[in-house]
């Protein structure tokens, strides 16, 4: 109550306070034990079990990612149609195995009740450094038969074809 982005601020003539949202502040953000942690941000590895101190900004707020984790981005966008999505990056954080499903369909309706959608699971398994992209599961109409996976661990990037079927990519 006594921090954070309203308080010790100045208030104007008209007894409003002026907030200074460009001002740096930090915070203490918890990591459950049993874990290792990412900083998103910084990609900077945390141990579990501890209470760290993180510097914060109104662009950017603690978020951590447990290692094990598969997380895919697609391109930026305004709407799910405007760009193809054919391009993705797809982070693995190592420390420990994980398993992502990708989840596909048309974008724009209620088909995926009838089946028409598509699964691919990725599976990490950190002692041997493998990432197994799995067989697609179903179809539907329009969707991307060929697409470029673009693998980013440990700061490098190892970029796969993939075509549907079971691949596996030594990391």
């Known amino acids: 109550e006594e921090s954070g982005w309203n308080k010790r601020n100045t208030e104007d003539s008209s007894g409003s306070l002026t907030v200074e949202f460009t001002a740096k502040k930090s915070t203490k953000v918890y990591l459950p034990a049993g874990a290792t942690w990412y900083d998103f941000h910084t990609n900077e590895k945390h141990d579990g079990g501890q209470e760290i101190t993180k510097e914060t900004t109104i662009h950017t707020i603690p978020l951590y990612v447990?290692?094990?984790?598969?997380?895919?981005?697609?391109?930026?966008?305004?709407?799910a149609t405007e760009k193809a999505w054919d391009n993705l990056e797809i982070r693995i954080y190592p420390g420990a195995d994980g398993e992502f499903t990708l989840?596909?369909?048309?974008?724009?309706?209620?088909?995926?009740?009838k089946?028409?959608?598509?699964?691919?699971?990725?599976?990490?398994?950190?002692?041997?450094?493998?990432?197994?992209?799995?067989?697609?599961?179903?179809?539907?109409?329009?969707?991307?038969?060929?697409?470029?996976?673009?693998?980013?661990?440990?700061?490098?990037?190892?970029?796969?074809?993939?075509?549907?079927k079971q691949i596996k990519v030594k990391l």
């Open 115 to 164: 089946g028409f959608y598509t699964t691919i699971t990725f599976k990490w398994n950190d002692r041997n450094r493998t990432l197994t992209v799995g067989d697609r599961k179903g179809s539907f109409p329009g969707m991307l038969n060929n697409r470029t996976f673009n693998i980013v661990i440990d700061g490098d990037t190892k970029t796969v074809s993939y075509s549907g």
């Open 103 to 113: 989840y596909e369909d048309e974008f724009d309706n209620y088909n995926y009740e």
């Open 66 to 79: 447990k290692a094990g984790s598969i997380i895919p981005f697609g391109p930026k966008v305004q709407y």
